[in-house]
Every structure is written in structure tokens, then in C-alpha cells.
């Protein structure tokens, strides 16, 4: 019997049409874009209908866990193999989807997230690493974006959301514009 | 108008808004072009940062940058090293992963990422250790190893973390390294960040892995619990379960050890915990029902969460504990039914199936009105499981069947894709064929079908059935309307299958065979000739003079060997040299190897691995037959006696050369010969005079006695060419043969197909071939090898000891030894069964001059993965044992 530890196949972050707006793969399963394309065309034509705004939802496909929850217009996918723990992944969702909402302000939408697009990839970078859970508290994730403790000495374990907030704030402030 | 006139631009401006996006119109070129920004000396963090980003979202849309393009930005951005701004670093650190620099590239930036990792900042450390293990190589390591060790028991969780999950991925490639950190990595397993021991334990059990005693203790001792992190609790309960599958339970009182543990992990706080341990529970083999109690009773809880994921994993995980235990499910059968209607219709339809597969017979009616109602409104896939699901329902209840197979063809009748309708047939062909009574209704049913069915496979493989099993029913004549309707309205292939299935009513239904035959004949003026060539032959064998037998025999039995054997073997047949010999397609299919593993990379490689061992032409007694008609009908050849065994195809070239050859080992009692069959895949070249040539120095037992050349050798025909060379007595031969091919090559204009006269010697190196000892020793299939090895003369018995040495795996072994012999495995005891110790492979084989052997291969593995083999041979002739023995000895 192969033990593994939990592996995260990929995150996505697609717009309400189901095109690409931030991804992720961390799994050779997928391995040229038309077969990712193919992914997240299928999981976003099986998923659009539903409403996982509230609470996050889950379905099989594609012989994948598929964890998924949506905002304004986003939808954020966290994908699993077939006999991952569902609610291991569901934390990780959470985790992004939260660490998200805390760097933009609560203004998940996608044009913020466009705007601030560094901080939605660096997310993906501090959350994930090659396919293993680096980090699921989203405070912590965001302070580790915004590089929070990096200036001064203090611990990032001592740092507070309300910390993690200004640095967001401060972030936004010097929202750059093309 | 002027009140309308603000209105209509506010909701103009709230389009653009939408249509918004700094990335608008955003092109390659460009963005490299700005990229030229990273060398201004007065760097500008912010410019740069904004520069970075979009080089990532180009990346991240799919954009690919050639090989010069990457490695203008790499060195490019190598250069913003200089700037002080963390936000600017931050990107530098992931740009760097993204574009994923090669080998010789990578030793620019190496210097300023250790800089960075021995920084006093934290998370330029941390960041700088990911960077840095992800593009570095094995020999840089060396240096940084030091510095990672330390970072494992870092105080800060980030660096900590940083250093273990790129040491997890590290022991893939450089294992030996990061097996030297155990000590830290076992620190780390304490940490109070949770993150950290999660990470931590990951990584220590990756490294013992192999080492059943290390993991087994490592469990017992996490288990009296000081692990706090959620995600390495369920890091902890899977190597629980890995454990306890390992080793036996308590004899006394029948008690699993470590199940307290996860029973107690129930209890946990958070909801993976208790879920990774009511699944493991689950999953025990040979679960108890009193084991499964407790596990059922906290999943049936999440069963009436309000979380879609928590209902969604305990249904998952019911339905999987329904197959082996469905009593301990039918407790939550109540909770299981208000989830049919689930707004979540993954959850509905692995409800549905949990309920079916409990469900007893009394429930069957009750279920099949909820499901009809339910099937109205989910997509094709679930259907097609909720399809599997009744008919496994219909095979365990068949008194129930007409319900079922009511529903069955109802469904069958409204609207759905390919994969759905098919998942129907299939399932209606199943239980006509299991269960007799549902027989007639169901072939009715299918004729329906077919008379509006869009899909063409379905519609021949219905008409195959009705063709095999309708002339056996009380009234065979209402299906030939079906039939024949199919051959007036439909396209031809299915036509040509509706003559066939015609053809069988007519052979097997004697009062329809005048009438059949009026009908085909109609057919022999079909617009299609597949159609018009069956309608002929069926009419002259059902003409045929009366040899009723044999027509029925054509007509009902199906082809007795593999199609594809058949198509590879069509494919290599050349129409000018001979005639084809159907007896000449292997009748075997390749087995495909049994070490098949959980993971789906493996399977494929198995599934892969099997193919290539097919096309490479897997040969067996039928055409060893054709070697030998060809070779004796050869003079140079004739008078060497009865061909013992022919080897599979060996090839002597790489894939895709100019020549193509492979070479065939044919094994006489004093003789081999080797034959070459070589292809020429240059348009332009036409081969004359084309002959190998055979170095004999490392193989001095042999002494060629025959050659025969390949006269012409055009492109793309195959030809063959052979040496024969004579055995010393008395010995078992082996050695290595080199070979050139030689031959003449003439020019070819491909387009005009002309040739010029003259042309040049040339040769060809091809690899080396060797006569080996399984050469000599022909698989044969033994059915009851107990009695077969009772039959032989235990006198004539030799058992001896050998050290095989480091494998990595038991499996390994045994399959050395396999392929070293040469000989048939029996009882499928070629497959060791995982984490064995122990094995035992029974084999059997024929040797050459006739006499049966018989071994038994007994193996034991210790810890330092040294193999021994105990090795007991018997045989009819106590020579041949002694021979076995010397082949093991010599190996």
C-alpha cells in the first residue's frame, strides 16, 4: 500500500466564463495546455450552474475531487486525486478563497484581482508547494505575501490580522494602473 | 431626451467597467521589450514589480517563451538582486521558480540566494531555501546542505517549513542527502507550529519508508500523541493504517493493535481528523462490525451536516463500506433517503446507489419510484452510475427482475448521450445473459431500440446477440422484422451486421431458411460491398450442399484468436512470398504484468510496458509451427532436425534508423539459426545483396555452418536473412554474437522509381545478440503443478542456496530469476504480493531434448533488502537438474 501525504493537483481561479484568471498545477497529470484548458473547461461547465456561494461544494470529475466555492465573479477550484481526504481539501480552499478576501480588502471580484494580480500569485505560491500543503491559515498566508515581519523582527506568529490588513491596505494604496 | 441622455452613458460607463482589465491587450513582444527596465541602473522597485507581473500572467495564460526568450528575462531579472524593496524580491523569488532556469544558468543567481539565505530576515531565507532547491542540481547541494540542515530546526515556523517540504521533494532526486537530516527532521516532529510537524512527519516517514520497523515505531510512539496539527494527525492516522495492514492481530484477544488510536481519533476536534480516521477504520481489511460501529455512527453525523463537502465525503465513504458490509450502512438508511434530493447531485446519486446496493427486496419497489422521478433531472454520468448500481440491484434480486428491466428500457427510450445509452445495453445484455427468464422480455425490449437507435456500435452489437440467441427463443420469427428493417433503413455497417445476424436465424431455424434466403439475396444488390460480400457467403454456405455442421460451426463460433494478434499479424504478412496462414496468428494474448500499484502513473507504465512487450511480437507454440515451415523450406536448413523453440523478436536497432532489424533465435538439438528480418526505411535507397554478418569471438561454442542472403531489399518490404551455426556437443551453449549487416545500396529517385546500376558497398553495426541458457528451455503451462511435481522422482531432486544480493523489491527478484530461466510461472506465484518477506514461485518448463522441469523458488528478504534463494529443481533427468543449477550458479 502506497501512503502518501495529501497532494493538491491543482488550484484554479477562473472569471464567470471560465477563462483562466489565475492557475496552478502542481501535477504532471495535466501535461500541455490543451489538456488543462480541457480541466478547467470541464469543471467549470459542470459547476456553473451551481451555487456554492455560501458554503464550498464538491463534485467528482473527471475521476478527480473537485472542491469549489464562488464569489461575485470568481470561482475558486481546488482539485484533489480520487481518495483525498474531501475536507483537506476544502481547508486549502478555504485558505486561499480567505487569504484572498483579507489582501484585496474584501473586494473579491475580478477586476481587484486582476489589479493585484502579484498578490493572488504569490498566494498560490505560499499556500501550495508542488503539490504539498505549505500553509493553510489565511492569515498567515497573506502577512507571508505582503512580506509582513520582513522590515521589522517581529515573528510572523505575533502578527495579527489587523497587521495583515494594513499591509493589504498599504498595498492597495499603490494600486498601479497601466 | 435630456433626462434620458445621463442614464444611457452611466450604463455605458458600467460596461467599460466590466470590460475593465490592466491586462488589455497585453502582447509577449511588448512586455519583453519593457522588460529591458530590470538593467536601468536607478532600478524602479515599483515599475520592475509591475513588469514581473505581467511576464506572470502571460506564463500563467499559457504563453510559453522560447529558450532565448527565457533566458533574457532569467539574466535580466538576475540583475534586480540590487534592489533593497521586499515587494520587488518577493517577485523576483517567484519569477525565478516560474521560468525554472537550466542547469548552467542557474549558477548566476546561486550566490545572491545564499546571500539571501543566510539574511537576517526570516522570509527572504525562507523564500531563498524554496528557490534554491527547486532549480539547483545535485552537486550545489552539497554545498547549501549545511545551511538546510539548520534551517529544518529553525525557530521561526516559516523557514522551518521552507526547509522540509523542499527536502521532500529533494529525496526524489537526491535521496542520500536529505536521509543525513534525520535527526532535525525528527526535532521538527516536535515543533509547536503546527505546519511545521506536519511538514516535518511527511518527511521523516518518506525517508524510512522502506524500513518497516523505523515506520512501525515511529507510530507507536506519535500515537501515545503529542502531535497537535490537524494535518499531521491524519498524516499520522494513514501511517496508522499502513501499519496495522502490515502486521497480524493480537492472537489473543483478537485485538487490532493501534485501533484504539483511531477510535480515538473519532473524538478529535477537528472534522479531517475524524474523518481520515473513520475512513481508515472503513478501509481496515477484514473489518469487523464491531470495529466499523463507530466509524458508521460519527459519518452518519456528518450525513445531516450543513457542509456539502462533510455530507459529499460520508456518503462517498457509506457507498464504498456498502460493496463488503452492507448491514453496518443500513442503519443510516433513513439520513441516506432525504439525501436523494440533494441539491448537490453527486451526493443524490451516491445516495441512491449506498441505497440501493443496502436496500432489501421489499425496498426495491419503493426506491425505483424515487429513482425515476430523481433520473429526470441529473446529467448523463450519474445516470450511467445509477444505471451500474440497478443492475447489480437486478443480479442480486432477479425474482425482481421485470421491474428492473422495465425501467431499464424505459430509460432506454428517452433521450441521452452515447455513454449513457451504452452503459443500458450493456446492462439489459448482462441480465439476459444471467438471469434466463428476463430473456424474451429484454430482447424485445433491445429490438424496440434499435428500431430508433442513432448510435451504430450499439446497434451491432445488439444485432450480433439477437443473431446468437434469437433463433433459440419459442418464437425466432417475430425478431426477423427487426432485423431485416435495419437492412432497408440503416447505414451499412449496420446492414452488414444485420445480413450476418440473418444468416444465423437461417442456419440455425430450419422452417426460416427458405424465407431467410429470399432476404439476403436481396442483399447481394446492396450499394455497399462488405454488405454484398456477406450476402454472398452466407448464401453459399447456407446453400452449401447440405454440411449443415460446418455452416453452423462458421456461422455461431467466433474468432479463435485475438483480434489484435490477427491485425499485427495481416499487417507484416507480404502478399508476393506466401500464402497467409491463419494458424501462423498467435492464439495467446501477452499477459500483461501483474505488479499492478494503486498509482495511476504505474498502472499506465504496467499497461505500457505490456503493450511493447506485445508489439515486440510475444510468439507462442503456433508460431513457432510457422518458423518451421519457413525454415524447412529452406535446403540449408531442412536437415536439421525438429525446430525446439524459436525466441521472441529481439531488436538490434534503436527505434527509428535507417535499417530496421530484429533477429529471431530458432534453438535446434544441435543447431541454431538465426534469423534477421530487416527493413529498409530510406525512400531513397534500394538494397541488394543484403547478408549479415556474425563475429563469433565471444560466443566460441558456436561454428557457423550456413548463411542465406537477401537478394533485393527495396524500401518499406521486409526480407529475412538467416545464419545457421552448428552447437558443440555435450555442453550448454552460450555466448555473445556481434553482427554488421553488409549489403549494396543503390540510389532511388522516389519520385520516377528509377535506379542506378552501380551503387556502393556499405555496412550497418548492429547490437549485439545473445544465445543465453533460457534460450534452451521452453515455457510450458503446468494446470495442477502439485501433481506434477509429486509424479516426478523425488530422487531426482537438487536443492541448493543462493545469495542473490541487494534488490530493490522481492518482486524484482523473482523476476530476475524468471527471465534468467527462461521458464513458465505457475499459479500466478510470479506476482509477490506487496511488503512480502517471503515468496514462493513455482515454475515450469520443458529443456531441450525433451525433458520436463520443475522448480520451486523459495526467497527471503531482510532488512538491508539482501535477497536469498533457496532453488529446487526436479526433472526426469537428473542431468537437466544439475544444468538448471549451473545456469543459477553461473547467472
Known sequence: MEVSAPLIKNILLLDSEGKRVAVKYFSDDWPNLASKLAFEKSVFTKTQRISARAEAEIGMFDGYVVVYKFISDLHFYVTGGDDENELILATVLQGFFDAVAILLRSNVEKKTVLENLDLVLLCLDEIVDGGIILECDANVIAARVAMRGAEADVPLSEQTISQALATAKEHLARNWVL | ?891
Open chain 2, 1 to 891: 431626451m435630456a433626462q434620458l441622455q445621463p442614464v444611457g452613458k452611466k450604463d455605458d460607463d458600467r460596461e467599460d467597467d466590466s470590460e475593465y482589465s490592466p491586462f488589455y491587450g497585453i502582447e509577449k513582444g511588448a512586455v519583453l521589450q519593457e522588460a529591458r527596465v530590470f538593467n536601468d541602473p536607478q532600478l524602479d522597485a515599483r515599475r520592475c514589480a509591475q513588469v514581473i507581473t505581467k511576464l506572470l500572467y502571460l506564463l500563467n495564460q499559457g504563453e510559453t517563451f522560447t529558450k532565448t526568450e527565457a533566458t533574457e528575462v532569467f539574466f535580466a531579472v538576475t540583475k534586480l538582486f540590487q534592489s533593497k524593496d521586499i515587494g520587488l524580491r518577493r517577485m523576483v523569488y517567484l519569477i525565478i521558480k516560474e521560468i525554472s532556469p537550466s542547469a548552467d544558468e542557474v549558477i548566476i543567481v546561486t550566490s545572491s540566494l545564499m546571500k539571501d539565505m543566510n539574511s537576517k530576515t526570516d522570509l527572504y531565507r525562507a523564500n531563498a531555501i524554496r528557490v534554491l532547491c527547486r532549480i539547483t542540481d545535485g552537486g550545489l547541494l552539497g554545498q547549501i546542505e549545511r545551511y538546510l540542515k539548520q534551517a529544518v530546526v529553525d525557530k521561526n515556523p516559516v523557514v522551518s517549513s521552507a526547509a522540509l517540504v523542499s527536502g521532500f521533494h529533494l529525496l526524489q532526486s537526491n535521496p542520500d542527502i536529505v536521509k543525513r537530516w534525520s535527526n532535525e527532521v525528527q526535532e521538527a516532529v516536535q515543533s509547536k507550529a503546527s505546519l511545521v510537524q506536519f511538514h516535518a512527519l511527511a518527511l521523516l516517514h518518506q525517508i524510512r519508508q522502506n524500513d518497516r520497523l523505523a515506520v512501525s515505531k515511529l507510530v507507536t510512539s506519535l500515537t501515545r500523541g503529542t502531535v497537535r496539527s490537524p494535518l499531521a494527525q491524519c498524516l499520522l492516522i494513514r501511517y496508522t493504517s499502513q501499519v496495522i495492514e502490515e502486521s497480524s492481530a493480537n492472537p489473543q484477544s483478537g485485538d487490532r493493535p493501534f485501533y484504539d488510536y483511531l477510535e480515538g481519533c473519532l473524538r478529535h476536534k477537528a472534522e479531517m481528523v475524524i474523518f481520515e480516521a473513520a475512513r481508515a477504520i472503513t478501509e481496515l481489511s477484514g473489518v469487523t462490525s464491531r470495529e466499523l460501529t463507530p466509524a458508521i455512527t460519527v459519518l452518519q453525523l456528518f450525513l445531516s451536516s450543513s457542509k456539502p463537502v462533510m455530507r459529499f465525503a460520508a456518503v462517498r465513504t457509506l457507498n464504498k463500506v456498502a460493496m463488503t458490509h452492507p448491514p453496518a450502512v443500513m442503519n443510516c438508511n433513513i439520513d441516506m433517503e432525504s439525501l436523494i434530493s440533494d441539491q448537490n447531485r453527486s451526493i443524490a446519486t451516491l445516495a441512491i446507489t449506498t441505497l440501493l446496493k443496502t436496500g432489501n427486496e421489499s425496498s426495491v419497489d419503493r426506491l425505483m419510484k424515487q429513482i425515476t422521478n430523481f433520473m429526470l433531472d441529473i446529467a448523463d454520468e450519474f445516470k450511467i452510475v445509477v444505471v451500474e448500481a440497478i443492475r447489480s440491484l437486478c443480479l442480486k434480486f432477479p425474482q425482481k427482475y421485470r421491474i428492473l428491466m422495465n425501467f431499464l428500457s424505459n430509460i432506454l427510450r428517452e433521450e441521452g448521450g452515447f455513454e449513457y445509452k451504452k452503459a443500458i445495453v450493456e446492462s439489459i445484455l448482462i441480465l439476459i445473459r444471467e438471469i434466463p427468464e428476463a430473456k424474451e422480455s429484454g430482447l424485445s425490449h433491445l429490438c424496440e431500440f434499435i428500431e430508433d437507435c442513432e448510435f451504430t456500435y450499439l446497434s451491432t452489437q445488439i444485432l450480433h446477440l439477437l443473431g446468437n440467441e434469437g433463433p433459440r427463443t419459442a418464437d425466432p420469427s417475430k425478431y426477423i422484422r427487426y432485423i431485416y428493417n435495419r437492412v432497408v433503413l440503416e447505414n451499412a455497417t449496420v446492414r452488414a451486421s444485420a445480413v450476418s445476424a440473418l444468416a444465423k436465424f437461417g442456419a440455425a431455424v430450419e422452417s426460416l431458411q427458405p424465407r431467410i434466403l429470399v432476404l439476403i439475396r436481396r442483399c447481394l444488390y446492396d450499394n455497399d460491398d462488405e454488405v454484398r460480400d456477406r450476402a454472398t457467403l452466407y448464401l453459399n454456405y447456407l446453400n452449401g450442399g447440405g454440411n449443415e455442421a460446418h455452416s453452423k460451426t462458421f456461422l455461431f463460433t467466433s474468432l479463435d484468436v485475438p483480434l489484435v494478434n490477427l491485425e499485427s499479424s495481416l499487417l507484416s504478412y507480404d502478399a508476393s512470398e506466401r500464402r497467409f496462414d491463419m494458424s501462423a496468428v498467435p492464439r495467446e494474448m501477452k499477459h500483461q504484468p501483474m505488479l499492478e500499484k494503486k498509482t495511476p502513473a504505474s498502472k499506465k507504465a504496467a499497461k505500457e510496458a505490456g503493450q511493447k512487450a506485445f508489439a515486440n511480437g510475444h510468439l507462442t507454440s503456433s508460431a513457432s509451427d510457422a518458423y518451421e515451415k519457413l525454415l524447412n523450406s529452406f535446403p540449408e536448413f531442412s536437415g536439421f532436425g525438429k525446430l525446439f523453440k524459436s525466441s521472441p523478436l529481439v531488436e538490434l536497432t534503436e527505434a527509428e534508423t535507417e535499417y530496421s532489424v530484429n533477429a529471431v533465435k530458432h534453438i535446434y538439438p544441435q543447431y541454431v539459426v538465426l534469423q534477421f528480418n530487416c527493413t529498409n526505411t530510406i525512400k531513397e535507397q534500394l538494397l541488394d545483396d543484403v547478408s549479415v554478418v556474425v563475429d563469433t569471438s565471444e560466443a566460441e561454442d558456436f561454428i557457423q555452418v550456413a548463411s542465406r542472403k537477401l537478394s533485393s531489399m527495396p524500401y518499406g518490404a521486409p526480407g529475412q536473412a538467416f545464419v545457421a551455426f552448428q552447437k558443440t556437443e555435450g555442453r550448454l551453449c552460450v555466448g555473445k554474437f556481434s553482427n554488421i549487416l553488409k549489403f549494396r545500396v543503390k540510389e532511388v529517385d522516389p519520385n520516377t522509381g528509377d535506379c542506378d546500376d552501380e551503387g556502393y558497398e556499405d555496412e550497418y553495426q548492429l547490437e549485439e545478440l545473445e544465445v543465453t541458457a533460457a534460450d534452451y528451455v521452453l515455457k510450458t503451462v503446468v494446470t495442477n503443478f502439485r501433481g506434477a511435481w509429486d509424479a516426478i522422482n523425488a530422487e531426482n531432486e537438487m536443492v541448493d542456496e543462493y545469495g542473490i544480493g541487494v534488490r530493490e523489491s522481492l518482486q524484482e527478484a523473482v523476476q530476475a530469476v524468471i527471465t534468467i530461466l527462461g521458464m513458465q510461472p505457475c499459479e500466478g506465484t510470479e506476482s509477490v504480493s506487496s511488503n512480502a518477506r517471503s515468496h514462493t514461485c513455482l515454475l515450469a518448463g520443458q529443456f531441450i531434448g525433451g525433458a520436463q522441469v520443475l522448480v520451486r523458488l523459495q526467497f527471503g528478504i531482510d532488512a538491508q533488502k539482501q535477497v536469498a534463494m533457496k532453488l529446487t529443481v526436479r526433472s526426469d533427468d537428473p542431468e537437466v537438474c544439475a544444468q538448471i543449477h549451473e545456469i543459477i550458479g553461473s547467472a
